[in-house]
């Protein structure tokens, strides 16, 4: 075998540190995001909060209609198409990158220059008076949410106005702890005695009669259900708080029977099993249906279902103005006194002064890589907000058919970064929160010849089932027809599939 030497010349796409931050940034949440800035905040000692209002950087949000120059598209694009070749380009998946060095190199490529001052970066937040958490106006979710009182709470407020000796009241205590969110007591009754108790059998039988009256003290409680162990117990608990009246009575003999008849509404079988007269059974199925399946819904902590819209669209005259939302956007900047000290000392040679470099320029790249990030939100929210103008005007009957590579193409960028950006960011819209995604959607044909968005059609499905007739409910067959009526052609299996998505029962479970 012959050795030899040889020059080969070849390109391979190498992802900075930079770009992985900002990719992986782009596709955070926003409590994400808040998660990733307390991070970095206690990491890095470069980093720092500002509670002022500091000119904006020449690359913020003001300039988010710059153009984008062509080196960035290509950057961009072989980024993208790294990070996503083995995904749909829909979707933000993990990355698999080949980055040179083992360790991350912050000093960047020479490409993108900061400000002398590295100021903080941030829009204001509106004033809130903190001494009026009542002023919906101006609480946050967050604030209104820490004053909601749980069930346990409420439970426990109840159980102070009852006459009991130590021993029930812990038992009490015990079982109002052990429910779940929805107000069901899951675990029977002798599992729970025997975790107390253990392997004595005396005491074992002792707490499991402590328990069972406590239970009786609990379901007697408000909400009416609570404490119930299954769903037939709990509509039979509400049933019973009510008159005795035949229409109670019947739905107390339905409850007894298999709950998948209540479920299909079969009057006739539900009628021959409780001997009772079908108006009777009707009766008593329209008293079930205005029960409460989870008494402890009403008591489930609001804060965990709280929406930070990223973006505002007001309506500004005749058109709509597009804004970020100042209060999930951090105000950071370098800390000035570190950055002076380490600029002093830049002669000094040495392990820890080059990692105190590195840090300080981790601490810009970040700041850049967030101002960037919001940028790209505003900029894609802001092409939506142009294409879906009727359904700003309308509401969701006026939307159009809208794919990602159409606002890709608009703002010359990828079709997965769009992917990325409208994935967990949310538009608080006059109609209401949406998440970016809501508004694209596929298109269906019509018969003159063009496209009706998939979500115009759902919302036109909503409208024709809450205005049907009870007593006749319209079939997937019948909304079918409807849309054809209205020049939309979309086939009866399509019809279902949206009903399915919009929570919609079949026809036969909406029969009153």
Known sequence: ??????????????????????????????????QEVEQMLDENPF??????????????VDAVDAPVSTGDLVSEWSADNAS??????????????????????WEGDGTVSFTPDDGE?????APRNRNDPHDEETASAAELASEHISLQAHLHQQALGLRLNEEERAALYFLIESLNDDGYLDEPIADLAAALAGDDLEAREATEQALNLALHWLQHMDPAGVGARDLAECLRLQIE????????????????????????????????????DEAVVREGLALIGHLEPKPGRRFVNVERNAILPDVIVTKAGRGFKVQLNPDVMPRLRVHDIYANALRQGRGEKGEGAAGMQQRLQEARWFIK???????????VSSAIVERQRNFFMHG??????????????????????????????YMATPFGTYELKYFFGSSLGTETGGNASSTAVRALIKQFVASEDLAKPLSDNQLSEMLKE??????RRTVAKYREALRIAPANLRKR
């Open 1 to 34: 075998m012959k050795q030899s030497l040889s020059l080969r010349v070849s390109q391979h796409l190498s992802l900075t540190p930079q770009l992985q931050q900002s990719i992986r940034l782009l596709q955070l949440s926003t409590l994400e995001m808040a």
């Open 47 to 60: 980093l720092e909060r500002s509670e002022e209002v500091a000119e904006r950087e020449a690359f913020g």
């Open 84 to 105: 996503s070749s083995n995904s749909s380009s829909s979707e933000g998946d993990d990355f698999s990158e080949e980055v040179g060095g083992s360790e991350p190199d």
């Open 121 to 125: 970066w941030g829009g204001e937040a």
């Open 241 to 276: 708080e009510l008159r005795n009246s035949p229409a109670a009575q019947a739905a107390l003999a339905m409850c007894a029977q298999p709950l998948d008849l209540l479920a299909r509404r079969d009057t006739k079988r539900l009628a021959a099993a409780c001997r009772l």
């Open 369 to 379: 890589n967030i101002q960037q990030r919001f940028d790209t939100i505003l900029r």
């Open 396 to 425: 969701e009957l006026a939307m159009r058919p809208l794919v990602l590579r159409e606002i890709a193409d608009e703002l010359g960028l990828h079709e997965s970064t769009i992917s990325r950006v409208t994935t967990a960011k």
């Open 486 to 491: 209205q020049g939309i052609e979309c086939a």
